[in-house]
């Protein structure tokens, strides 16, 4: 099967040497491919010269209709080809694909709730952190904090009793696990903890994902140096070892956080034939896109714009969905490998002071 002559000449008449992005689609309409460039009718047209053998001229070989759209600029098409990726999972499509390329710390809604790394966000009323990109210890590191301050780690249909609870429902219980007997955790699976101790645990671990505390840290600095006093120098080595491993984990919440933070701006993007776009970028995430403003009517739109995506109150990471997340992983790399783009970006007040007329309103990012 060869690649079509008549699809090379649609191609040819009609896509223009615009940014945008493309589709490939099979005879079953199937999703083949999504693909951006600056130049899109460059770039189409390229497939067809592709070698035999070479991945191009097998997808080109199962094409029967190429769609495209044109986007203004790179920076939108980059952001428009990752969540066509991510929604239909084109079978010659790799990059936007992998499933693991973002993790979340995941604070449990259960009674005795569990700190756990999850590699997606649902709406299941748990609180999560994130997303952090490629964090391969991340498992390994939850654990020791789920240690270092005696949290559960056993499976959710294990049944919970606190110490407050025990008139109703009997005493005795069985540990279900050897961590209650080494004493590295509070126990709710036989009615060790009261209910209100057990949650203190729990806010005091929200409290350190979120970077506000260091007492996991200092807890395991005295138990190293209580084993190095009694000369057990191999628990104290661990203990150690695992220390560093949260303090490193800890500067990552806190770096990682500030830069999702500092996401937050409207960036104006130059676009092909003066088409230049606005976006309301909050917290990595682009909550609008306009024209930028040419007019006092237009600069109004934004003004009103500004005011609805920044003052309004923020949901947090308990609303990301995988997109998102994977949305504001895609915006944090682009300024990070372009940094002079930063120069194109103000503060939203900053905007509205020099935009608009004395007396309107500022928002709260």
Not at 266 to 288: E, H, N, Q, T
Request: net charge positive; aromatic share 10%; hydrophobic share 35%.
């Amino acid at each position: 099967m060869h690649a079509n002559p008549s699809l090379r000449e649609h191609v040819r008449a009609k896509a223009e040497n615009r940014p945008g992005v493309y589709r490939m689609y099979g005879p079953g309409e199937e999703l083949l491919y999504v693909g951006k460039s600056v130049r899109v009718r460059t770039r189409v047209l390229s497939y067809f010269r592709a070698p035999k053998g070479e991945k191009a001229w097998e997808l080109i070989r199962e094409t029967a209709r190429i769609e495209w759209d044109y986007v203004p600029n790179e920076f939108y098409s980059l952001i428009r080809e990752m969540k066509l990726i991510q929604q239909r999972q084109p079978k010659f499509n790799v990059r936007h694909k992998r499933k693991r390329i973002f993790a979340f710390v995941k604070v449990t809604s259960e009674a005795a709730p569990r700190v756990l790394p999850v590699s997606r966000v649902t709406e299941d009323g748990s609180t999560y952190y994130g997303p952090f990109p490629r964090v391969k210890a991340l498992a390994h590191t939850i654990r020791e904090l789920s240690r270092t301050l005696e949290l559960r780690d056993c499976p959710g249909t294990t049944p919970m009793f606190f110490d407050d609870q025990l008139e109703m429902f009997g005493s005795g219980r069985v540990p279900h696990c050897i961590r209650a007997e080494l004493r590295t955790c509070l126990a709710p699976c036989c009615g060790r903890p009261t209910a209100q101790a057990y949650m203190d645990r729990i806010e005091l671990a929200k409290r350190f994902l979120e970077g506000r505390a260091e007492r996991p840290l200092a807890e395991l600095e005295e138990q190293m140096r209580s084993a190095s006093a009694r000369m057990d120098f191999e628990y104290a080595a661990i203990l150690r070892d695992r220390l560093e491993r949260l303090q490193s984990f800890r500067d990552q919440l806190v770096a990682f956080r500030g830069k999702v933070e500092g996401l937050t701006f409207l960036y104006r993007v130059p676009g092909f034939a003066g088409d230049d776009r606005l976006y309301l970028i909050r917290r990595g995430r682009i909550r609008k896109e306009m024209a930028h403003p040419k007019s006092r009517r237009a600069r109004a739109r934004v003004a009103r714009a500004i005011d609805k995506v920044y003052g309004d109150l923020d949901a947090g990471p308990s609303a990301l969905s995988p997109q998102d997340a994977a949305e504001i992983l895609l915006v944090a790399r682009w300024f990070r490998l372009k940094p002079k783009e930063r120069k194109r970006t103000v503060e939203p007040d900053v905007w509205l002071s020099e935009k608009v007329p004395a007396g309107a309103s500022s928002p709260t990012p």
